[in-house]
């Protein structure tokens, strides 16, 4: 399937025509068409404020207890807080079902290192080194033990609510290991299956109740067991309860082989992280950086953009600019506008460009080969409609059509669409693969950072003559 036609069907075409200059400073004032208070609320889901307060009261614990003894150990603020830094960044605080000393070793022997490189640079330690290095040493251990005591205790008293989803023998493993080892924290309160499971006391819901039940009896997430369960409705459930900031585990195929960093009772689960880019920080950030740099690049480019629409103007009758509506974050449409690269037509063609698509201007060639037709995206950015990277963002029309074909193609409005993406620097726009392109545009947003966005800004820019299909 090849590139989305800008069809000039949802432009204006009267005699007189459109400035360029005109219609970016109206499109840039003017603020979209205002949704009513309900369609907001109806569409924005509500989320806890923390994933889970028992866990930050277990990591409040450690942290205090690792500062006390490091300070006595050292009588340094700042090597305890240093320590403290780096202990934190190698996922010593972390929720971890399973705590125990041996699996943690190697972060004290680092931190020790960690704490020695200072004082021997300063050459000040408090005694001879092998001294402060068995001390603090020492210090981490006897706090860790401490603390994870203390926490086991917490998590005994406070256990939280968790639905295990799966039918099979695994599933009835974790509900009795549960049961049997409180220390994990977590109380088995149900079951999720579309098939019926002999002899259980717990509730059993379906994929499509489960999510409610979860929420009215505040459970902290998901522990899923393979079994039978459809992939789709499991792939739905799993992404509610991460918008909703519950708690998902997954017990890996072959958890019996290689149990890896986590485990409960011998059964290995791995965590799915919730996206970095559903903190509120990081979703401040990169709209600080989209509209300083927004702005920066249209005040520089403003000459290009005249040049442009200049061009764009003599190419062939119309208006400078084409608008068509597209889907954004959340699926909250939008009009994303463009250098109009098309002939206007009497006929309403929401077709896709070809290949030397005869409709396609002079400008319009050089345009969409070199994406400068894109540039006018840069007032969505600045107006918050798109962002500087992003998903692409599609027509209701063939988004809907997509997602039938690909069921993942919708959670790519989990964020604001961009104008460059994951995907693009993949040379995955054109004629090629939807299932592709989903693929990496939910990588982009599953995987987000700052530094990804920096990437991937890189890569366009020396793409941009390079793209085959850009056409």
């Given at each position: 399937m090849a590139r989305a036609t800008t069809s000039t069907v949802d432009a204006p075409t009267d005699a007189r025509g459109e400035r360029f200059v005109f219609a970016t400073v109206s499109t840039f004032v003017l603020p979209p068409p205002a949704e009513s208070e309900d369609a907001q609320a109806a569409r924005r889901p509500e989320r806890r404020l923390f994933t889970d307060p028992v866990w930050i009261a277990c990591a409040s614990v450690l942290v205090a207890l690792d500062a006390a003894v490091l300070y006595v150990a050292s009588w340094s603020v700042w090597i305890t807080v240093m320590v403290l830094v780096i202990s934190a960044a190698l996922g010593s605080y972390r929720h971890r079902s399973t705590l125990t000393?041996?699996?943690?070793?190697?972060?004290?022997?680092?931190?020790?290192?960690?704490?020695?490189?200072?004082m021997l640079v300063l050459d000040e330690p408090p005694g001879s080194d092998i001294l402060f290095t068995v001390l603090v040493l020492v210090s981490l251990l006897v706090s860790r033990t401490v603390g994870f005591w203390l926490v086991k205790q917490i998590r005994r008293r406070l256990r939280h609510r968790v639905f295990i989803v799966g039918s099979g023998h695994i599933a009835r493993v974790l509900e009795r290991v549960l049961v049997e080892h409180p220390d994990d924290g977590l109380k088995p309160a149900a079951f999720v299956a579309d098939v019926e499971i002999p002899d259980v006391e717990l509730p059993v819901y379906s994929f499509g109740e489960a999510f409610a039940a979860l929420q009215e009896s505040d459970g902290l997430g998901l522990l899923c067991a393979f079994g039978p369960e459809p992939p789709s409705e499991l792939h739905s459930l799993v992404r509610a309860c991460e918008e909703d900031r519950r708690r998902v585990w997954v017990v890996p195929r072959l958890f019996d082989l290689a149990p890896r960093r986590d485990h409960i009772w011998g059964v290995a689960v791995a965590i799915i992280h919730r996206p970095p880019i559903y903190n509120p920080l990081v979703r401040g950030a990169k709209r600080a950086i989209d509209l300083g740099f927004g702005l920066l690049a249209l005040l520089l480019l403003s000459p290009v953009l005249l040049v442009i629409a200049a061009a764009v103007r003599l190419s062939s009758p119309g208006p400078v600019l084409f608008r068509q509506r597209r889907l954004g974050l959340r699926g909250r449409e939008f009009t994303m506008l463009k250098f109009r690269t098309m002939r206007v037509t009497d006929t309403a063609d929401t077709g896709w460009t070809t290949r030397d698509d005869p409709r396609r201007t002079f400008a319009g060639r050089m345009l969409r080969r070199t994406s400068l037709d894109e540039l006018p995206q840069l007032v969505n950015v600045i107006r918050g409609d798109m962002s500087l990277v992003g998903p692409r963002p599609e027509r209701r029309v063939y988004a809907e059509e997509f997602a039938q074909q690909v069921p993942t193609y919708p959670e790519r409005t989990r964020t604001a669409g961009g104008i460059t993406g994951l995907a693009q620097v993949h040379d995955l726009r054109g004629d090629t693969s939807i299932e592709d392109r989903a693929r990496f545009d939910n990588m982009y947003i599953d995987q987000y950072s700052l530094f990804l966005d920096?990437?991937?800004?890189?890569?366009?820019?020396?793409?941009?003559f390079r793209s085959k299909q850009s056409y």
């Open positions: 000393l041996s699996e943690g070793d190697g972060r004290y022997v680092i931190l020790t290192a960690a704490v020695m490189v200072p920096v990437v991937i800004a890189l890569r366009t820019v020396g793409s941009l």
